[in-house]
């Protein structure tokens, strides 16, 4: 009896312990929930040369706010505006953390700030990405690339982005100690990584500290456009010419399933077992579309196989037209599951789903039985060597 009171109060310790954690991570200041919202049309204008910065209060992947003053300590403040999917802006990610890392504080502070808005980009606009731009995205990509500077979000109503305007992805603004903008343009003219060492924006911020006039305050910058809020039209068109595309279902034999396994294309193909009595196969199905709606402009091919028995072949064309599946669609026609299995994969156990990245030569380059983890998929297709993502 001792021992088991004694066992109930240490659980009601680290219950209270964990409650406690709990209510401070909640009322620490950081309650931000994001809501992005359609934002009016208007014109953007970047900021002109000598303008002072625009006051701004974000919240961080760091799960923190940050504001203009926050930063007043540094004598050169850089505001860079870049986005996750875009491959220009992952293209200097490495060149961001170099910069944030050559200074010390006093001297100079990076701060990034993401002003796209998930509203209105597009699956195929992420086709060099494993990530979207909105903010739990960005908190995956900052601690997987241990970003050493504030990484911030205005996605949801884009009020800070629209008064420093930034053009495309990435966009530099360097700013004096009276926070007035000396410097807007490009962080270099080479995007693909090693070509480049961000020399004109280390020129402007070396510049600013040692209190000397920059030659060329305004340069130009290349990258994806900014994702404004208003842009939801485009979206809602392209959503509208994906689900009006045509879905069929094909029989395939265990001959020509083994075809399909072995590839043979200039494609990294991407195949999924599935079947309509498996719920979790349904439920993770459209995920499989945001993929090929991603990566199907590149060198990549999505791939359905039904595992129904053929007499089953109308719900399965009702289940891919529900969804839409208009990608290329099969049925086996043989009844027979382990010899289905061995066609597919020997060291697959038979359960499903199933899931297949084949390369050219038919070798696996990614396989998963089970339920998916998307990102990790999307990591496997856009760190092939045959995606990439970067120009």
């Known amino acids: ?189 080479s995007e693909k990584p090693g070509t480049a060492h961000a020399e004109d924006l280390i020129s402007a911020i070396d510049l600013l500290i040692d209190d000397k006039p920059i030659p060329t305050p305004t340069t130009k910058t290349f990258g994806c456009s900014t994702k404004w809020g208003w842009k939801t039209k485009l979206k809602k068109e392209a959503d509208k010419q994906w689900n009006e595309k045509e879905v069929s279902l094909q029989e395939a034999s265990l001959s020509e399933v083994s075809k399909i396994i072995a590839n043979g294309t200039d494609n990294l193909r991407l195949v999924n077992v599935w079947a309509s009595w498996c719920a979790p196969c349904k439920l993770e199905y459209p995920n499989f579309m945001t993929i090929q709606r991603m990566f199907g402009d590149r060198d990549f091919e999505f791939i359905s196989i039904s595992a129904d028995k053929l007499n089953k072949k109308e719900r399965v064309m009702d289940f891919l037209q529900s969804v839409p599946s208009p990608v290329p669609n099969y049925i086996v026609k043989n009844d027979d599951k382990y010899a289905l299995i061995e066609s597919i994969d020997p060291k697959w156990n038979g359960a499903l789903p199933y899931t297949l990245l084949i390369n050219p030569d038919g070798s696996t380059a990614w396989s998963y039985q089970g339920e998916v983890d998307f990102l990790a998929l999307k990591s496997a297709i856009v760190d092939h060597e045959m995606i990439g993502r970067v120009y």
């Not at 994001?34 to 970047?46: N, R």
């Not at 953390?97 to 597009?122: C, H, R, T, W």
């Not at 241990?146 to 305007?165: E, M, R, T």
């Open 1 to 189: 009896m001792r021992n088991t009171l004694l066992l109930f109060f240490l659980l009601l310790v680290l219950s209270c312990n964990h409650d406690s954690q709990s209510k401070l991570k909640k009322t620490d200041g950081f309650d931000f929930i994001s809501k992005p919202v359609v934002v009016p049309e208007q014109l953007v204008k970047p900021l002109s040369i000598g303008s002072k910065a625009p006051d701004f209060k974000l919240p961080g992947a760091d799960y923190r706010y940050h504001s203009l003053s926050d930063f007043a300590a540094s004598k050169v403040l850089a505001i860079v505006f870049t986005c996750n999917h875009c491959p220009t802006a992952q293209a200097y990610e490495e060149r961001l953390k170099m910069i944030a890392n050559k200074y010390p504080k006093e001297d100079f502070q990076l701060v990034a700030i993401s002003p796209n808005s998930p509203l209105g980009l597009l699956p195929e606009e992420l086709g060099y990405s494993d990530l979207g731009d909105d903010f739990e995205d960005m908190v995956i990509r900052a601690e997987k690339h241990q970003f050493n500077f504030p990484y911030l979000y205005d996605g949801d109503n884009q009020k800070v982005s629209l008064a420093y305007g930034p053009a495309a992805t990435p966009h530099a603004y360097v700013f004096d100690e009276n926070r007035q903008l000396q410097y807007i343009g490009r962080i270099d003219k």
